[in-house]
């Protein structure tokens, strides 16, 4: 069992940046592959981009690459997703996953740990 918790989401101005953390439970955090999903109102949930356990391979949506970055601290049993040149199609909620696998992994269906979700808000 994985337990995950979102922190850093909040309210920005268009071309701003904002850095979220999920912080994992457990031992064997390297082990996961993460991902972070993001759903605003009224679409399915998105893939934005995703790490493999050891670091090596990562996955950018392409609405989010070239702005966002992903990275692992397995030390620390955290992901983070930082994200810059926000604009206003970025506002949603922000989903940290994991799921065992040893290769990244882009599907929502793949995923078998979920955190809360953060808001992250950004002003036109």
């Known amino acids: 069992q994985v337990q995950l918790v979102e922190s850093g989401g909040g309210f920005v101005q268009a071309g701003g940046s904002l850095r979220l953390s999920c912080a994992a439970s457990?031992?064997?955090?390297?082990?996961?592959?993460m991902g972070w999903f993001r759903q605003a109102p009224g679409k399915e949930r998105e893939s934005v981009a995703a790490?493999?356990?050891?670091?090596?391979?990562?996955f950018y949506a392409d609405t989010v690459k070239g702005r966002f970055t992903i990275s692992r601290d397995n030390a620390k049993n955290t992901v983070y997703l930082q994200m810059n040149s926000l604009k206003s199609e970025d506002t949603a909620v922000y989903y940290c996953?994991?799921?065992?696998?040893?290769?990244?992994?882009?599907?929502?269906?793949?995923?078998?740990?979920w955190g809360q979700g953060t808001q992250v808000t950004v002003s036109s």
């Open positions: 790490i493999s356990p050891s670091g090596g391979r990562i």
């Open positions: 996953a994991a799921t065992r696998s040893v290769i990244v992994e882009v599907t929502p269906a793949r995923y078998a740990y």
């Open positions: 457990g031992r064997t955090f390297s082990m996961y592959a």
